[in-house]
């Protein structure tokens, strides 16, 4: 017996729906308090188109499931022909509801505020006699997936904002470093002439104190020659 994915599609979509059924009805609030193009209704259309366009994506992988069974037989995956039956109506419902929320957000109330038995048979159940529901999905799904892209590139221009802001602070605290480095530059240079200044009065005090040595050395050696002098002079008086 094969694997039947029908189950675990059926709990993404009842999750969505759920999301999207929020969405709708902030959509419609917004819509009746705010006006025509403000940012907040643009921001809630665009939320609800978005997840309308992942439910629709997830619907058609349920109906493709549905298909399969269809096509495989319902008995090589353990179910019954009323089994079938109603995911068949399920999916009609569910593809029912999304047409009642892409009506809302295109503004076409009368459709989309009926009941939903009282709704157009074209849209209750897929592969209908007119090919123009498909082509409406087709130009739903292509518009949401246009939305899609575009928030992405508001993203990508947001990040790549960001990583500019980024680039001038680099380039700001680079330039800062280059003249801290030239600051530093500066003391290295200065300190560099006092300490030579310093090495020259070095220099000079040793050769005055040599100087002052030989000096005081030859004042004693005339000293003594003096009192000799004397003491001979005497000597010769005396005598």
Same mark, same amino acid.
């Given at each position: 017996?094969?694997?039947?994915?029908?189950h675990?599609?059926?709990?993404?979509?009842? !999750?969505?729906?759920?999301? +999207?059924?929020?969405?709708?009805?902030?959509?419609?609030?917004?819509?009746?308090?705010?006006?025509d193009?403000?940012e907040?209704?643009v921001?809630?259309?665009?939320?609800?188109?978005?997840?309308?366009?992942?439910?629709y994506?997830?619907?058609?992988?349920?109906?493709?499931? $549905?298909? &399969?069974?269809? @096509?495989t037989?319902?008995?090589?995956f353990?179910?019954?022909d009323a089994?079938? !039956?109603?995911?068949?109506?399920? $999916?009609?419902? =569910?593809?029912r509801?999304?047409e009642?929320?892409? +009506?809302?957000?295109?503004?076409?109330?009368?459709?989309?505020?009926?009941?939903?038995?009282?709704?157009?048979?074209?849209q !209750? =159940?897929p592969?209908?006699?007119s090919?123009?529901?498909?082509?409406?999905q087709?130009?739903?799904?292509?518009?949401?997936q246009?939305?899609?892209?575009?928030?992405? @590139?508001r993203?990508? @221009?947001?990040?790549?904002?960001?990583?500019n802001?980024?680039a001038?602070?680099?380039?700001?605290?680079?330039?800062?470093?280059?003249?801290h $480095?030239?600051?530093?530059? @500066?003391?290295e240079?200065? $300190?560099?002439?006092?300490?030579?200044?310093?090495?020259?009065?070095?220099?000079?005090?040793?050769?005055? =104190?040599?100087?002052?040595?030989?000096?005081?050395?030859?004042?004693?050696?005339?000293?003594i020659?003096? &009192?000799?002098?004397v003491?001979?002079?005497? +000597? =010769? &008086?005396?005598?």
């Amino acid at each position: 017996m094969s694997t039947d994915p029908y189950h675990e599609v059926q709990r993404e979509i009842q !999750s969505l729906l759920q999301t +999207a059924s929020s969405l709708r009805s902030s959509f419609l609030r917004i819509r009746s308090l705010a006006r025509d193009g403000s940012e907040e209704l643009v921001l809630a259309r665009n939320e609800l188109k978005a997840t309308l366009a992942a439910l629709y994506t997830d619907l058609e992988d349920l109906e493709e499931s $549905v298909k &399969i069974v269809e @096509d495989t037989g319902p008995r090589y995956f353990g179910l019954d022909d009323a089994e079938v !039956s109603e995911r068949r109506k399920y $999916v009609g419902r =569910v593809r029912r509801e999304i047409e009642g929320m892409r +009506a809302d957000v295109e503004g076409r109330n009368s459709q989309s505020s009926l009941p939903s038995g009282s709704r157009s048979p074209l849209q !209750s =159940v897929p592969g209908s006699q007119s090919g123009e529901p498909d082509d409406e999905q087709a130009k739903w799904a292509h518009e949401e997936q246009q939305l899609l892209l575009q928030e992405q @590139d508001r993203a990508i @221009d947001s990040i790549s904002g960001t990583l500019n802001t980024l680039a001038q602070q680099a380039g700001l605290m680079g330039h800062e470093i280059s003249e801290h $480095v030239e600051m530093l530059d @500066d003391l290295e240079a200065n $300190v560099d002439q006092t300490d030579s200044k310093l090495s020259n009065a070095m220099r000079r005090m040793k050769k005055f =104190v040599r100087d002052t040595e030989v000096e005081t050395k030859s004042g004693w050696c005339i000293t003594i020659l003096i &009192i000799v002098l004397v003491a001979l002079l005497l +000597a =010769v &008086i005396l005598v």
